[in-house]
């Protein structure tokens, strides 16, 4: 069975410091990774998703991945972050060739300060 | 276009009772899953479906059930609702089954006292 660990509950930065929220996930058989936002009282919104290709991944509002097939991660980055980032942010994967069920990570509070 | 909707958007319970909770995915969308948040467990997946029929579910006891609509609308049901059960259920659609992106609802928050 797949499973998604986000190695850090809540990560506080400053505004304009870079950020990397750490994913790994532990599968028998080769899945397809994603990254979402969750903003308070709101849905889901997806951030970027690592199908197959390139390692490197680009999202929306400036966020990125890199896929890393020998350390089974999956971290998600920006290089400078805004107060309007702060929201909690989920890793999840889903098995290639099966269920498109999603399993996420227990997600990731990142709080921007002033 | 208009994204998933769910309605109630809140629900207040009683233990014992049971309780329907709708889904209306966008337009075009075939595929609908659902979801449980809770603080304790985080985001576990309850069932999938696609074309009326459920092609998958998650690890959570009969009380759960749901169907799916030939309009895609689909329908979660709890019934004998236990304490555990307050949690935030989150409905998301997709074209099809698939490594499609799935667009997330913004959840119906069900309270059981």
């Known amino acids: 069975a797949q499973s998604v660990t986000q190695l850090d509950s809540q990560v506080p930065v400053f505004e304009e410091a870079p950020v990397e929220l750490r994913c790994n996930y532990s599968?028998?058989?080769?899945?397809?990774l994603f990254w979402y936002v969750q903003y308070p009282n709101q849905g889901l919104q997806l951030l970027l998703k690592?199908?197959?290709?390139?390692?490197l991944v680009k999202g929306i509002n400036g966020f990125e991945a890199e896929f890393n097939k020998s350390q089974t991660s999956f971290h998600l980055r920006k290089p400078s972050v805004h107060i309007s980032d702060t929201a909690e942010y989920f890793c999840a994967a889903s098995l290639q060739g099966g269920s498109e069920k999603l399993v996420f990570g227990k997600g990731t509070k990142l709080t921007v300060n002033p | 276009k208009a994204g998933v909707t769910q309605t109630p958007r809140y629900l207040i319970k009683t233990r014992g009772q049971q309780v329907t909770l709708s889904c209306s995915p966008i337009?075009?969308?075939?595929?609908v899953s659902w979801y449980q948040q809770t603080p304790g467990q985080g985001l576990q997946f309850l069932f999938e479906?696609?074309?009326?029929?459920?092609?998958n579910k998650g690890n959570f006891p009969g009380r759960f059930s749901g169907r799916q609509f030939s309009n895609s609308r689909s329908e979660m049901n709890v019934s004998t609702l236990e304490l555990g059960d307050s949690a935030l259920y989150l409905c998301?659609?997709?074209?099809?089954?698939?490594?499609?992106?799935?667009?997330f609802g913004p959840g119906t928050r069900l309270t059981v006292l």
């Open positions: 337009s075009g969308h075939r595929s």
């Open positions: 998301a659609s997709s074209l099809d089954p698939g490594p499609n992106e799935q667009f």
């Open positions: 599968s028998s058989v080769s899945v397809y």
């Open positions: 690592y199908l197959s290709g390139s390692t």
């Open positions: 479906y696609f074309s009326e029929t459920q092609r």
